[in-house]
């Protein structure tokens, strides 16, 4: 399984498009058995997640606990971040 923390603020004007990516990647992956959480955290109520990714802005994507892109990935970028950390797992 792989935890995906979409990092949010609310004046944000992409973080709605890279949570609506996330979603269609994930909903894709469970159709292949990959299971996936996926969980939205709004930085200005949770400043610590901020600081313990050291981002400056939003929206910013989380993978088991990793920073990988800062700003609105495709949808094959968000695919491979999640497949990446499938492999790693096992």
Not at 24 to 48: A, C, G, R, T
Not at 58 to 77: I, K, W, Y
């Amino acid at each position: 399984m792989v935890r995906v923390e979409v990092l949010t603020s609310p004046r944000c004007a992409y973080c709605n498009t890279v949570k609506m990516r996330v979603s269609k990647v994930v909903d894709d992956l469970k159709k292949q058995n990959v299971f996936v959480i996926v969980e939205e955290v709004d930085v200005l109520k949770q400043p610590e997640i901020r600081l313990k990714y050291e981002i400056t802005s939003t929206p910013a994507l989380v993978v088991n606990g990793r920073l990988v892109f800062v700003g609105v990935p495709h949808e094959d970028e968000i695919r491979r971040f999640i497949e990446e950390a499938c492999v790693k797992r096992t």
